[in-house]
């Protein structure tokens, strides 16, 4: 019987993943579901440091910033409150030294992270923009502020790549082993409209296509696998938008055998199979049992990937 799905291939990705190494998340709400799936495989990854990024040209910005020794701070004050257009909500501070120090020292870290990482996955979440009026760059958040202090647009795939090729640039001569790896997210953004967004993917998809046409980046189907491989409903949580944790699973799992070589696969089942067995609560005489084949699995892990972290 022929199988009720539509499956196709993905290209190894190479280098493979492996637990010597951090993993770097940025983008859309998407990237963090996987940078979760990633940490409990058992590896050292940081996902949004300054919370979710859903443009691509917002997203640049933070990455040039944590480039940059002095960056454009774009901060402003509402209901009391410090914020940086550049960062979401939980950068939301009473004092402007506050936010300014938190911002820096966010940055660093996560510049830091880059140096120590093999693969940095960028996922793009939406075209359409919010530029404050004030200054005319788009946000990464608009933090509730009036809609009058925004101008919304849909941002063509052409200026997209006229941002990321020079920084792309920039970021293989800091981190010339990392490697960039771009999805884009099967979210849907239907306030925009669903004809709207469907514009908004298409628009990003080009970009991304031009992008690693023009650099060593290459792209991972996550978008593909959820809206043309799975292509259900039931593969969605209850508002129909965001992939069920499911989809997630299964995207996470494609990656992981387009990605990793024997011996990590096997680590990864050998860490899952640990947290899942930390997870269970023992009933009476069975705690002792419990901690002992916790402690035995534990130290078989540690003699492979002696760092790993529980």
């Not at 637990?19 to 990633?38: P, R, T």
Request: hydrophobic share 40%.
């Amino acid at each position: 019987m022929q199988p009720f799905y539509l499956s196709f291939s993905i290209p190894e990705l190479r280098p493979e993943l492996s637990h010597s190494k951090g993993l770097a998340f940025l983008g859309s709400c998407f990237s963090d579901e996987i940078a979760a799936k990633a940490i409990y495989a058992g590896f050292h990854a940081v996902s949004n440091p300054v919370g979710t990024v859903f443009h691509p040209l917002a997203l640049a910005r933070f990455l040039s910033n944590c480039l940059m020794e002095k960056p454009m701070e774009r901060l402003d004050s509402i209901d009391d409150r410090f914020i940086s257009w550049d960062a979401s909500s939980k950068f939301c501070i009473g004092s402007r030294w506050e936010l300014l120090t938190k911002l820096t020292e966010t940055r660093k870290a996560f510049k830091e992270a880059l140096s120590s990482s093999s693969h940095l996955f960028i996922t793009f979440g939406t075209a359409w923009g919010y530029a404050l009026n004030e200054d005319g760059i788009i946000v990464s958040n608009c933090h509730k502020a009036p809609a009058q202090c925004f101008t919304k647009s849909l941002t063509v795939s052409g200026e997209i790549v006229r941002v990321w090729l020079p920084l792309i640039d920039e970021l293989k001569c800091l981190f010339p082993e990392l490697k960039l790896v771009f999805t884009l997210s099967p979210v849907r953004h239907i306030r925009d409209g669903m004809v709207q967004n469907n514009q908004s993917k298409a628009v990003l998809l080009d970009a991304i296509r031009q992008i690693c046409e023009q650099t060593e980046s290459v792209y991972f189907p996550s978008y593909e696998i959820v809206i043309d491989e799975l292509r259900d409903y039931r593969f969605f949580k209850q508002d129909r938008i965001h992939p069920s944790e499911e989809a997630i699973e299964y995207v996470w799992s494609r990656l992981v055998e387009s990605a990793c070589a024997h011996d990590t696969y096997a680590l990864i089942e050998e860490i899952v199979r640990y947290r899942k067995l930390k997870s269970h609560i023992p009933m009476g005489d069975d705690h002792s049992k419990h901690e002992l084949k916790l402690g035995e699995k534990l130290a078989a892990i540690h003699v492979k990937f002696p760092s790993f972290a529980q």
